[in-house]
């Protein structure tokens, strides 16, 4: 069971043009969504993260979109830059709990940035 | 401040041998997570293990696969009789606490697992 559901697989996008990214999620007791970023050869990076007190949250080009009743949540990435190519991840968490700890995560975007 | 350091960075492994991962957390933290990368998913957690303790294996396979984080040393993740199902990249994480939603978490660069 695929509790963390993202799309699109992949996505190109013209620089400075706005790449958006969809999750959902199926556990309502999850709490906690962070966002990674991935380059290839490394480790996921946290990028952003929100918690569902808040609707929307924002660093710089990068915004976390919440919706808790349709249990969706996406990240914009504004005036994208060939830099920002990578693949990018939503997870889930439990806040509390035993499995606090314990990220699920989606399969992931490649966004591929054109200059 | 070197980061979680995870080697090797590539490893091959013939059907049948055994594949030794190894995960350095950084400095301060005595939280360790491995996960696994299968091609075109999503990171899926394996276990989660503090100093000489597993505290959840939950994802592990239920044969073949073991891990620990000994006293002294970097956490070993240990698949015995690799199988080509088992190629994959492993990723570690640490924290300094239990990391709540991963808040906290480093990732290392990984161990990409090519069993022929």
């Known amino acids: 069971q695929q509790q963390v559901k993202q799309s699109p697989q992949s996505l190109i996008v013209q620089k400075g043009g706005i790449s958006i990214i969809n999750c959902a999620y199926e556990?309502?007791?999850?709490?906690?969504f962070p966002w990674y970023q991935q380059f290839p050869g490394k480790g996921p990076a946290l990028l952003i993260a929100?918690?569902?007190?808040?609707s929307e949250k924002k660093e710089g080009r990068f915004t976390i979109s919440f919706n808790k009743s349709a249990k969706q949540f996406s990240l914009h990435i504004m005036d994208s830059q060939p830099g920002d190519s990578a693949t990018y991840f939503c997870?889930?968490?439990?806040?509390?709990?035993?499995?606090?700890?314990?990220?699920?995560f989606g399969k992931g975007t490649l966004l591929t940035v054109n200059p | 401040n070197a980061g979680v350091m995870q080697n090797p960075r590539h490893l091959v492994r013939r059907r049948g041998q055994e594949a030794r991962l190894r995960c350095s957390p950084m400095?301060?933290?005595?939280?360790v997570y491995w996960y696994r990368q299968l091609p075109e998913e999503g990171l899926k957690f394996m276990v989660y293990?503090?100093?000489?303790?597993?505290?959840?294996e939950s994802g592990m396979p239920k044969e073949r696969f073991s891990a620990e984080f000994p006293k002294e040393g970097p956490s070993i993740l240990r698949i015995q009789q690799v199988v080509r199902g088992d190629s994959a990249a492993y990723f570690c994480?640490?924290?300094?606490?239990?990391?709540?939603?991963?808040?906290?978490?480093?990732f290392g660069s990984g161990t990409r697992l090519t069993v022929v």
């Open positions: 556990n309502t007791a999850f709490d906690y």
């Open positions: 400095k301060g933290h005595s939280h």
């Open positions: 929100i918690r569902p007190d808040v």
């Open positions: 997870a889930a968490s439990l806040n509390s709990g035993g499995s606090n700890y314990k990220l699920t």
């Open positions: 994480a640490s924290s300094p606490t239990a990391g709540t939603g991963g808040y906290g978490y480093t």
């Open positions: 293990l503090q100093k000489e303790n597993i505290i959840d």
